[in-house]
């Protein structure tokens, strides 16, 4: 393998990895609050449709990209005040949400499927493109890309260093505490909910929009469990979740080019591949105490203030 | 600042009732189904063929009620699959997987000629059980020896075991003689009798039987009555000195086994050959039908009758409206999630109380 | 009692009829009390009675179904919790409300919503220190809450809330969780607070605080106040504890057998170590010996590894060093199945959550620990014989309102303990193991419980009472450990006095 070969392989795993990372994010913001939200899976999908539908209706990739977010959103939102506010047990309410969200987006987007369209294109930064090994990893993404990361961090500024990060893992370590302390634990957890929808949206979207400039029906194909599985290893860090996204995309990047470069490999074993990897990943992070010791105390419990056992 | 004249407060209801529940379950299942018919209607199906491609088509015309009952088979299967699993807490989320691999494991006896040909058939679904079993033991070794959640382990497993159904479809197993991914058919001795009526087979009554069977073990066993504890409270379980362990490891190993059944019916009873097409959201409608009948083995078989005809009717809305399988998917998650929603009724009550002056 | 002059000054603080009601039960019933500037009231009555509620609607956890607050004179709505911290309420729960996974300084920030002065970490640190100095209490703004000690998270609670700005501090049995010296230091904490002119409420059912560190007190019984805004000074240790009990005589008389025969070892227990989950010590070497025919008490402040010594004689805690044995076999570490079957038996301190599983039928609870053995048929199930061992065991131990199909938790507390009791007591017991076996029980239900224990030591078993009421040690032991830090710091003989037994738990050997 060659300069040349890890150039163009590393320069194509931020296209892989993005959705996973921001569909990570999102799901860190809705655990660190409190909220397992299974239904990513489904924000994907429907920022996928949702994306290629607006696009292709409006001309506009700044208005289909829009859309998935308020997709994936929406759907979060429904989700939200089911667990939230009437209190729906957590992990059927997800698998519901997926199989709408799946349902919706086969529905409503079945005149576009298989309709490519015009997607975003990487930006242009000239001879830096040109260093080798990492001039296509750090200078030839497309805009999205540089927008995950700057929203990732974001997203760890605002869970870490604000004020109304304090308040969100305060409702997902103890909510009671959280309540006495005057805040407002439905509220903060319908946000983080929501915020988790529009992130898997634009994950969503980055997948037809960028990645593939076409939607098709289960073009998500279990990234959003990848996802569930990268929040335990990134132990609920958005940065942590970088480097776990970047590994998973490294390794879904690789399988196209090694095929490309006449290698010989059974190609369904080869795509057996990240899901194995994401098993194993999560058996490790199982196993530290440091997983332990991250997980939000309160993940999965619906409060209620004058609860009486 | 303006104090509103009334306060709110959420009270958990001290007892549950049992009309209530009934009532509040009846109410969501119904607010589920009239916004699927809603759905379906905003979707461009007329609202007057809906009684006629809804009920009429497949649950009246002999032919659709053929279709639905063959549907039926591999439909109670996965919801006991995931009622057994759920009756110890497990979350069984890659039913699909299980299938698929019992699939696999029907069509190799088939392929490999294992056995004499007189026991081929039993050979097949046997196989088919313990492919099933096998491929949920990793994620049940997982979570008893390493606390590992199952959740996403069962799913991803799925998704490893399609990759495995392709890789042998477009490989070892592919039929030379078909332009598509099949594997060869398997030979009219190996299949299940036909009943003479479309095209149900005696599939049928191994799914009656077996409903029976698990009724029977989880309502009058020792196995059955351990579950239910561990089910209910593990902790207090493990005081009262129920191997937990052993009890959970036979009822998820008993739930794999019978979704890798639903697989080897499918094979033996429907298909005749291995094929990409089969088990598609049978997790999610495993989970769906296990809800609906409230975990009771005996009422997974109406509620899995009237989701196969769901089914079946799903085939119609494809040919004739353009409608694709994700509205079958999509309608039976509005009406879980109707029923989840519905629970909050049940369980809790709103106290208005007006703000004295 | 008189009313107030009408012509004073507005009481500073005043619940005037407060009710609340859970489901059918009245668990408060028209309760007033007042609250005066500098002083610390004592607010009494025994578990149950109704304080930490009365306490939970003044800080808005709870809502009140009828009744007012007033401050100075003005009626004050508390909805919710911040309702009641900007009227300058403050709760010191023995819960504590610190987010253990948060600093110090971090759970002041929480608190304190971002208002002016408390907004960034270094504000926030120095108001921490700035209100300790003034109370004389010495707090790390720095540490991780889950890194400190049960006493420094009080002191970090009482200087979170402080520094909130509560000019009403309601203190839930603040000692209950503390070692004497801690206490000690606690009380006179309390009183340098008033003196900075300070409101404290001090709930309490302990008598000794109320004299000499408070200067009125309230007494509630069964959700009603039953006496108000008395001076301390004004009442005898006897006439205060007449109020908090009632006519009835205080405790159960006291009637172990004092013949204690030369009875086999029924559990012997050498240098038994477990860790807690947490990764703290739980127990630390205990050693007990109880011999066939008595009972003996364990005597000590809750938390101080209870939970754990039951654990470990159960064999839900894994057993890191020393050893068990029970009825001359070996167990240290056998499985719970098997300790069972040697015939030890278990009831636990929270019955609902360890004891009895409330979703399933009172005969399913009854066979709960039968079906393992074959009691019901190894196969499929008897379920008429079920039945009737249920309908019988109803009868037995007359559980009001009990069929074999109810739902459990729809049984009283009393009635759930009796199912309990039911199961646990089965022919085969040899040695019960039984933690706080009475706790939110009524006297009713007490009796039935401590009958019970007698007349296993009576049959020739055994059973070792943990239990963190002394009276219910007293009345119950044949001979008395005390356990403090997981560790057994003492022994006493039944007949022993309170305060023999006391001097020991509070570490004056």
Known sequence: ?309 | MIALPYTFALQRRLTLSGRRGVGTFVGGLAAGILLGLALLVWAGVPTESLLDDLFVQVFISPQGLAQTLTLTVPLILVGLSSAVAMRVKFWNIGIEGQLWLGAIGATAVSLYGVGPEALRLPLMLLASALFGAAWIALPLVLRLRLQVSELVVTLLLSNIAYLLLQHLLFGAWRDPANSFPMSMQIGGDERLALLGFGNLHSGLFIALAVTLLVAMLSERSRLGFHAAAIGANPQVARAAGIPVGLTLAIMVLLSGALSGLAGGLIITGSEYRLTQNIGWNMTFSGIVIAFVARFKPLWILPTAFALAGLYNAGSTLKVFYGLSDAVVVLLQGLILMSLLVAQFFAHYRIDMKKEPR | MTAMPAASAPVFLELRGLSKRFGERTVLDGVGLHLERGEVHALLGENGAGKSTLMNILTGVYLADDGEIRLQGERLAIRRPADASAAGIGMVHQHFRLVERFSVVENLLLAAGGRKGLRSASEASAALLRTAEQIGLRIDPQAQVADLSVAERQRTEICKVLALGARILILDEPTAVLTDREAGDMLSAIRRMADTGLSIVLITHKLREVIGHSHRLTVMRQGRTVAANLPTTSLSMEEIARLMVGEQKAGPERAPSTLISNGADLLIAHQLCVSRADGGVGIDGVSLRVRAGEVLGVAGVGGNGQQQLADALLGSLPIEAGNLSLDGAEVTHASIARRRDLGLRIIPSDRMASGLIGELSVADNLALTRVRGGHYRSGWLNRARMRADALAAIARQAIAGATPELRTSLLSGGNAQKVLLARELDSGVRLLVAHSPTRGLDVKACAVVHQAIREVAASGAACLLISEDLEEILALSDRIAVMSAGRITGECPGGSSAEEVGRLMLGHA
């Open chain 1, 1 to 309: 393998m060659d300069i040349a070969f890890l150039g163009s392989w590393l320069g194509s795993v931020p296209t892989a990895a993005i959705p996973l990372l921001l569909a990570s994010v999102g799901l860190i913001l809705s655990e660190r609050a409190g909220v397992v939200s299974l239904g990513v899976e489904g924000y994907l999908a429907m920022g996928a449709m949702a994306a290629a539908a607006v696009t292709l209706e409006s001309g506009s990739l700044v208005l289909g990209i829009a859309a998935g977010v308020a997709a994936g959103a929406l759907l979060a939102l429904g989700f939200g005040i089911a667990v939230v506010l009437l209190r729906a047990e957590q992990i059927l309410a997800g698998l519901a949400t997926m199989a709408i969200g799946l349902g919706a987006a086969g529905l409503l987007g079945r005149d576009y499927v298989h309709r490519t369209f015009e997607g975003v294109t990487n930006v242009d930064l000239g001879s830096l493109a040109q260093v080798p090994l990492l001039g296509q990893l750090l200078f030839a993404q497309d805009p999205l890309a540089y927008l995950a990361i700057l929203l990732t961090l974001g997203g760890w500024w605002l869970i870490a260093r604000s004020h109304f990060g304090l308040r969100l893992r305060a409702v997902g370590e103890d909510p009671a505490t959280a309540d006495v302390a005057g805040v407002n634990v439905q509220l903060h957890q319908l946000f983080a909910v929501t915020c988790c929808g529009a992130l898997g949206g634009l994950g969503g979207a980055y997948l037809s929009a960028v990645a593939s400039n076409v939607w098709v029906e289960n073009m998500v194909a279990g990234r959003g469990w990848i996802a569930l599985a990268l929040v335990i290893f990134a132990r609920w860090d958005p940065l942590r979740a970088i480097l776990g996204a970047f590994l998973f995309g490294a390794v879904e990047a690789l399988l196209p080019r090694l095929q490309a470069s006449g290698f010989d490999a059974p190609v369904y074993l080869m795509g057996m591949l990240p899901y194995a990897l994401t098993i194993v990943v999560l058996v490790a992070a199982s196993c530290s105490r440091a997983r332990r010791n991250a997980e939000p105390a309160a993940l999965g419990q619906s409060y209620i203030r004058q609860d009486r056992r």
